[in-house]
Every structure is written in C-alpha cells, then in structure tokens.
C-alpha cells in the first residue's frame, strides 16, 4: 500500500499543525510522498504567506520598499522554526528571495516561494528528504503541464527515495523559470504524485471532514458524504460545491486512484472517499448531494414545427458561439428550445443575440429569463430508485417553490432543476431534508 499525503496551508499554518501532521504521518508507514502547501491562515483575520508574497510583488512593481512586508512571512516561519525547537534556519533562502523580488523575478516565482520555504522546512522536521518541484514538475512551451515527463522524472526520483516532500503549487517552464499552477494548485501536485509513482490512495488532508451533502451556509449540520464518484464529484463541483482544486481529478482519476479528503483536526474522522466505482450503487440516502449556483439567465426559443426544421439548434447555438457563449444546459420541448446560459457570459450582447436569432431561425417568440439558480440533485442511487423525482418536486412544492426548468441528465445521475435566485436556498433546504433526514 502507497499513499500520497497533501497537506494544506491551514493543516500547516503554526508549529501546532506541524506536530498534527508529523503524527499523521508517523502513524502510518505507508503515508509514503508529502505533499506540502504554503502556510496558510491560523484565524479568519490571519494572512496567507502566499497572499502576502504576492503582496511583495506588487509593492515592488510600484517601487515601494518590500521590508516590512517580507518581515512577515519570514516571522512566519521563523515562528514556526522556534516552536517546534528545530536547529535550522532559512536566513540563506530569506536572503535570496527577497532579493530576487528586489531583481525584479517574475509572480509565479515569487508566489510558489511560500511552498518551497515550507516543503523544506517539513522536510527537516520530519527528517526527509526535500525534493524541489522545479527539478520535476515539467510545463511545456504553452504553459500546459507535460504529465509524461514529470511522471517519468518522479518515479526515477522516487526508485531512489523510500520518503520525501515535495513543495506543491509549482514546477519549472522549458527556460527554466517557475510557473505555478492556478491558486489553490497545491492539490494538483499531490495528484501529479500520486499518478507518477502509482500510488493506492491520495490522502488530502485539509481543515473539514470531507464533502457534505449540502453547503452548511444553507442547510444546518448537514450529513457528511463517505463516498463519492469521480462523476458524482464532478457534477456537485460544477454547481459550485468545492472541496480541492477541480484540475487535480483529473490525473488521480486517469490512474483510476482514489482520494480520500481527510481533516488534520480531526484525523480520526474517516473523511470522503472519491472513488472511480463506487463500493455499492446504493448510498443510504438515494441521493449523494445538493448544490446550486446563481446567476443563469434562460433563452426561450418557441417556433411552430421547431422539431422538423432540420439545423434548428444547431443555427441557434451558432448565434452564441458567434458571441462566444458557452450554454449551460439545453433543455428542449417539442416545439420549444431553452438555451441556459450564465448572466456574465450574456450581459453585454443580450440586445444583440435575440436580434441575431430572430434573423437565423424566425421564431415564434424569444424570452429571456434572468436571475435563475440551478440546483442539481446527484446521486448514483438515483438510476435504481423509484420516485425521487417525484419525491424531489414534492418537496419543492411544499416549500412553495416554482420550478422553471428541469432536466434529467442522460445518465440518471442527476436531475438539474432551475428556480428563481431567490428561492435558491428555500429549494435546497426543501430537498435536503426530504432525503436526508
Ligand atoms: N499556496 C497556494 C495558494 O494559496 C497554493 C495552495 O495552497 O494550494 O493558492
């Protein structure tokens, strides 16, 4: 058994959460490749030391004196240094940086700097050793990762190398210069790792107990989800439920590995498994979970016979693609077709793409609806269920809710429901407790 471990900056944020992770670490020998973040806050008004890196960068930009904010983040680790009593110090690698900040270095190289420090600086506390992402994180000329030659580079790193930490959040561009992945990007080295040395499981180890079944913001207390597939995950997070960084499923899942979300807190909590096939089809609850997203403006397209005129659809989407907007979800009637799309991809040609239609297809009418939510209701129990959509409407309209759209996706792994902005939350709540409680 081989697992990777990510640590995020929160699991890494004082020496307190270090000592967390070195038990974490140390109580199972197969928690093998360490994955560190930059720290992250220890309090809701506590700064990132990646937030403040790039602080750095843009008080440089503006010929401003880096001193006082650099300060910080080297009191960060130094604190960190202190408390865990280490004989170590990072004064070298402080000195280098901020001078290349100084110099002029580039954002990415300044921003990944909060890993390479911290990586390092677990590395010599758990006694292992630190290998740098610049020596095997490949990007190539278009700034895209290059996943062959970083798995090749790993896993011959790796022949040699029984344990290490790696810094996430970075690897090295094809002239040698730091590229960073998107914020949040340390999830996706962990990942990297895992699929390079072909791990059994990738353990991230974050600040919550793993994905629940709704957002807490909306619904109280609400049940955490032990399983999860790749698929599944993949519909909640596309509805704005987020638990790591989207770009990291994808080289786990290729490699058919599983993540489990894990809560340095509380490491006892046995966290969400994402799994490519789930254990057993049926999930206690039939549905795995519940989330929506605002800011969906409908396109109703109606014409008479819509459904013999040959290139129909494809004339309407044609005006979108002419503005460039991607559609959400294409529900379509017999004699109608609805175009969901979001409120910001619209905005500016709204006018301008009804009068273009009208042109391509001479509708009956067009409507547009704005300031719609989508809420989609995922679970895999669903496909072997009877009456979970019937129970699901019920539901919505007991808590009074008007219901503009539906959609069952081809898969039955989903019904996708659009309702008023405002009854968002209402909607959510009415299905969560419907089917899990
Ligand atoms: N430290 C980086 C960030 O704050 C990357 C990460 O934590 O994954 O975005």
């Known amino acids: 058994m081989l697992k990777v471990v990510k640590f995020g900056g929160s699991s890494l944020a004082s020496a307190g959460q270090f000592k967390k992770v070195a038990d974490i670490i140390k109580s199972d020998p ?9 720290p992250g806050k220890r309090n809701s008004h506590d700064e990132k030391v990646t937030d403040l890196l790039l602080q750095c960068f843009r008080i440089r930009k503006e010929r401003r004196d880096i001193t006082p904010t650099f300060e910080k983040i080297k009191s960060r680790y130094q604190e960190i240094i202190r ?3 280490l004989d170590f110090s ?8 901020k001078t290349a900040i100084e110099h002029h270095a580039s954002s990415d190289y300044v921003a990944s700097r909060g890993e390479y420090l911290n990586a390092k600086l677990l590395a010599v506390y758990l006694d292992l050793p630190f290998i740098d992402a610049e020596d095997c994180v490949f990007f190539n000329e278009r700034g ?7 798995c090749r580079r790993i896993s011959s790193l790796l022949s040699i190398h029984e344990y290490a930490v790696f810094p996430g959040f970075y690897g090295v561009s094809p002239d040698g210069s730091i590229k960073t992945f998107s914020r949040g990007g340390s999830d996706i080295t962990g990942s990297i790792v895992a699929a390079a040395v072909g791990a059994d499981l990738y353990e991230n180890w974050t600040d919550v107990s793993g994905m629940l079944m709704a957002d807490p913001r909306i619904v109280e207390n609400p049940r955490p989800i032990e399983e999860i597939t790749y698929r599944e995950l993949r519909e909640l997070s596309y509805m704005g439920a987020s638990v790591m960084h989207e770009e990291a499923i994808f080289p786990v899942r290729k490699a058919l590995i599983p993540i489990n979300i894990r809560n340095t807190n509380d490491p ?30 409908a396109l109703h397209v109606e014409k008479e016979m819509m459904n013999s005129e040959v290139g129909f659809g494809r ?5 979108l693609e002419n503005y460039n907007v991607p559609f959400e979800h294409l529900p379509s009637g017999i004699d109608t077709m609805s175009v969901l799309v979001t409120n910001k991809s619209i905005e500016e040609f709204k ?3 009804t009068a273009d239609m009208v042109k391509a297809v001479n509708p009956d009418s067009i409507t547009l609806v704005e300031n719609l939510a989508l809420i989609a209701v995922v679970g895999r129990g669903m496909v072997n269920t009877e009456g979970v959509a019937a129970r699901t409407f019920t539901a919505l309209a007991e808590a009074n809710v008007n219901i503009r759209m539906i959609d069952q996706g081809s898969s039955e792994l989903n019904i996708i429901i659009a309702v008023e902005e405002k009854n968002l939350n209402r909607a959510i709540e009415a299905i969560y407790n419907e089917f899990a409680q």
Request: glycine share 8%.
């Open 30 to 38: 197969n928690r093998r490749y360490v994955v560190a973040s930059a």
């Open 83 to 85: 408390d865990l009593d």
């Open 90 to 97: 990072l004064d070298a690698d402080f000195d280098s940086i």
């Open 144 to 150: 895209v990762l290059d996943m062959e030659k970083t």
């Open 268 to 297: 006892a909590a046995p966290g969400t498994m994402i799994v490519n096939k789930a254990k057993s089809n049926s999930v206690d609850t039939v549905i795995t979970g519940i989330a929506g997203k605002k800011g969906i403006t």
């Open 315 to 319: 004339k309407v989407l044609s005006v």
């Open 351 to 353: 006018g301008a793409i």
